[in-house]
């Protein structure tokens, strides 16, 4: 959230929740906090600015409809890892995805991190969590970029060992 905010560019906190949570928080008493859980970077004018240029930026580009527009091609190069040693499931919305793999009962996580180092020592940053590989491209992705980040990916989840 706070990258998709101020674009990275200055901490600005967030909270999410469904209407339900807000409605029960919102029927306390007029002069109650609404959510009272110390809210650092709130109303920082530096991060206020940063998160308007954000959304104007979103606005000017057309940056959230793109990204609507791409995914589906994102998902068809997701899914065609499948198959592919050890991966046991391959999940997306949208931009972001997650390649899961079948872990070495012996060092859990393991399968993951080697091919995070693998994609690294290539070209390419991935996120790894356990034994789970999480992709989240920027916004103005390409789709000559996704098939570069997919034909790196398959080559290292090819020869891995």
Partial sequence: TAKG?????????AVFMKK???DTLMSGPENAIDFFHGYTYSGHPMAAAASI????????EGLLTRASQIAPYWEERMH????????IDI????????????????????????RFVKCFEKGLLVRQTGDIIALSPPLIVTES?????????????????
């Fill in 80 to 87: 065609a890892l499948k198959g592919l040693p050890h991966v």
């Fill in 145 to 161: 970029q996704i098939d570069q980040l997919f034909d790196i990916f398959t080559d290292v989840l090819k020869h891995a060992d």
């Fill in 5 to 13: 905010i101020t674009n990275g560019t200055i901490p600005m906190g």
């Fill in 53 to 60: 240029g954000t959304l104007d930026t979103y606005q000017e």
């Fill in 91 to 114: 999940r997306n919305i949208g931009l972001i995805g997650a390649i899961e793999f079948q872990p070495d009962p012996d060092a859990p996580g393991e399968r993951a991190y080697s």
């Fill in 20 to 22: 339900n949570v807000n």
